[in-house]
């Protein structure tokens, strides 16, 4: 029987098919961070249990920490005991971790890819949604609660129900200045925030195939805002060169034997999905987010949809509440749209690509007047990589802030966080009321398009830059 | 986990479509490394003014729901963040059984880990149980898959496996370690298809 590519990475981690209809799954890599693992190690001291394989999990502190004076160590005490909690039960379980001031240290979802971490085929969890990033290499991977994190640590695997399969076909062909993120946002307009419930999602097709991994991590990480399980892509060429010479790949005979498996995950002919969508993005603008929800979506070039595109009266009393929270009225033209915050980074868009393309835009330029403009790399790693390129020159003399890495303003649990009322054009993933701070406004888009934002102080069409 | 069989109470109409895990736990209390306590700060932004007064018209704040065990809530609830905190603010709260035509994968998961009932209805079910919310406790027999309310009664599905789990409160983790010989079949064999992946540190 021909099988889908979330078919073959599922039953090669089959442990035992329960009699319910359920199963045991064994899971190869485990990412842990500090906000959603100290009750889940507090779990195992309880009940005297160890973590079965310190080798298959990786630990790093993200979401609390500083972005600026890290040297000095955490002001915040909850943010402080938070971190050194999971200082403290990395050593006594015995789980590799990579400390504050190291390199490697990051978001979690750039340091796995980053290190090696994450290879095709594995199954990979982490207590937190943005987990599905690492599907761009083929991984059945996904986000869990910390009730999973501690049976993970404790077992190694999970008890799991097999989801619904997903195709999103890519065609066409990328316009100047549009990127994988608004193909990420266009598609989560497509299908919803709820489009992706219960099942997994395969991104293909010309379009899909012929990104980066980073471009095409950019697009994995946001299948949770399709209320995915998770989102994979088949791997292939591009994905081994990545994957070659990294800390934790594969190496000599072992990394050909590898190559040879990986070459057989993908999707059989005639192998039949539950869903099916294709979208064309030739001709497609760059993307912005007008609401507070992901779904939100329209093109910059247009203006923000009236009332009259709401399917019934829950829909128009939902988009009439994002007005209000917003500060915008339906019809207004979104490029007017003025912003006081600019925030480039997260673990959508914090990688060297995504900063090489915000730095294009901001060279020679300047961030405009009372717009204060924040670039947070991804990782230790990304940081150095581009201050080796001269990348942190181009920002800092064009105005923006050049910060130490961490998720900082993607969910503002650091000091990095929006006052009330004020507008941010951002390329994180959610805009969620109050998600950058309480009362705050979010506008998501792509790395180049927030550099845009930046430099004219509204939103605006990055293309204009580029002719 | 305390088991969940049968469960009477208020019910607290919250009639939103979409309300994600960062509205009812905002990050700020996300620093904890406890389960309990977060009951307070439940749907913090919609319960609280900035200075941490009471808005009178937010559901919870109302006389009549003030002790609400259960939620009445729109499609699409628990979305976001994968925060296992949001379920247990409910808890803490004493919110036991939310019940929404839909719910986020992730969300709807972490509530059977914490004995919370998330339940499925249609919309239109919902609405006649909100409509008499505020004078009528509401009923959830999970064994029987009822939900009453006065004279309104309605049927509902759940997966066998995950009723099983509520009703006789299990623990998960145990269940699983009696299956270690299948677990440690399982890496002898993938240890020698894939050897790269038992390598790190190596």
């Known amino acids: 029987m021909p099988n889908t590519l979330y078919d073959k990475v599922w039953n090669a981690h089959v442990v035992e098919d329960r009699p319910d209809g359920t199963a045991l799954i064994y899971i190869d890599r485990h990412l842990v961070h500090e906000v959603t693992s100290p009750q889940a190690f507090e779990g195992l001291r309880m009940s005297g249990r160890k973590v079965r394989r310190p080798d298959a999990t990786l630990a790093v502190a993200d979401h609390n920490v500083p972005t600026v004076g890290r040297e000095n160590g955490i002001a915040d005490p909850e943010s402080r005991e938070q971190v050194q909690t999971l200082e403290h039960n990395v050593k006594e379980f015995g ?4 400390d504050l001031m190291s390199d490697q240290q990051g978001i979690v979802h750039i340091v796995g890819p980053e290190q090696g971490f994450t290879l095709p085929g594995t199954t990979v969890v982490c207590g937190d949604s943005h987990t599905s990033t690492h599907g761009a290499f083929g991984a059945l991977a996904f986000g869990i609660g910390t009730s999973e994190v501690e049976h993970v640590l404790a077992t190694q695997t999970l008890v799991l129900k097999k989801s619904k399969t997903m195709l ?4 066409g062909t990328l316009g100047k200045g549009v990127t994988s993120k608004d193909i990420i946002l266009k598609l989560i307009s497509m299908i919803g925030t709820a489009g992706g419930t219960g099942h997994v999602i395969e991104f293909a097709g010309p379009v899909i195939e012929k990104l980066s991994m980073e471009a095409r991590m950019s697009i994995c990480n946001m299948s949770i805002e399709a209320g995915a399980r998770a989102g994979m892509i088949a791997p292939d060429d591009i994905t081994f060169a990545y994957l070659k010479g990294r800390p934790m790949a594969p190496k000599g005979a072992d990394w050909d034997k590898a190559v040879a498996y990986w070459r057989t995950l993908k999707t059989d002919k ?9 979208l064309d993005i030739t001709d497609m603008p760059p993307q912005v987010t007008w609401g507070t929800s992901p779904e939100t979506v329209a093109d910059i070039t247009a203006n923000v949809p009236t009332t009259d595109a709401a399917h019934n009266a829950e829909h128009k009393a939902a988009m009439e509440r994002m007005y209000d ?20 980074g997260s673990c959508t868009n914090a990688r060297i690509e995504d900063l090489r393309a915000a730095a294009a835009i901001a060279k020679g330029r300047h961030v405009a007047k009372n717009v204060q403009a924040l670039v947070v790399p991804g990782s230790g790693l990304v940081r150095k990589q581009a201050e080796a390129e001269g990348l942190d020159k181009i920002f800092t003399e064009a ?3 050049w910060r130490q890495p961490g998720c900082s303003m993607c969910l503002a649990m650091n000091a990095d966080r929006l006052e009330p009322g004020e507008r941010c054009a951002s390329t994180s993933n959610r805009n969620f009321e109050g998600r950058q701070g309480r009362g705050g406004r979010t506008h998501l888009m792509s790395p180049a398009m927030a550099a845009a934002a930046a430099i004219t102080g509204h939103l605006a069409d990055v293309r204009e830059f580029i002719k | 986990m305390d088991k969940f069989t049968t469960l009477t109470a208020p019910a607290a109409p919250l009639m939103m479509e979409n309300v994600d895990t960062d509205l009812i736990i905002p990050k700020q209390f996300l620093k904890t490394i ?17 200075d941490g007064q009471e808005i009178g018209n937010f559901v919870l704040n109302k006389p009549a729901y003030r002790k609400a065990g259960i939620l009445l809530a729109g499609q699409n609830f628990g979305c976001g963040s ?7 603010s409910l808890l803490d709260f004493g919110i036991r059984c939310v019940i929404a035509p839909s719910f986020a994968d992730i969300f709807y998961g972490n509530c059977f880990k914490n004995g919370i009932l998330p339940l499925t209805l249609p919309m239109a079910a919902i609405e006649q149980l909100a409509a008499v919310a505020d004078t009528t406790p509401v009923t959830v027999d999970l064994k029987n898959q009822t939900v009453k309310a006065g004279n309104l009664s309605f049927t509902f599905d759940i997966e066998p496996f995950r009723k099983t789990v509520l009703l006789e409160g299990l623990d998960d983790i145990g269940q699983t370690l009696q299956k270690t010989k299948a677990i440690d079949g399982f890496e002898a064999k993938q240890s020698t298809t894939q050897p790269w992946l038992y390598q790190e540190g190596k």
Request: charged fraction near 25%; glycine fraction near 10%.
């Open chain 2, 34 to 50: 406890k389960r309990t306590g977060l009951g307070k700060n439940l749907f913090n932004d919609l319960r609280y003014t900035q």
């Open chain 2, 82 to 88: 994968s925060r296992e905190h949001a379920p247990w």
């Open chain 1, 270 to 278: 005639g192998a039949a999905y539950d869903v099916e969508y294709r």
């Open chain 1, 325 to 344: 929270y917003m500060g915008i009225t339906g019809g207004q033209k979104i490029e007017d749209i003025a912003v006081d915050k600019v925030f480039i």
């Open chain 1, 168 to 171: 999103l076909h890519v065609d």
């Open chain 1, 399 to 401: 105005g923006f802030e």
């Open chain 1, 95 to 98: 789980v590799p971790y990579f």
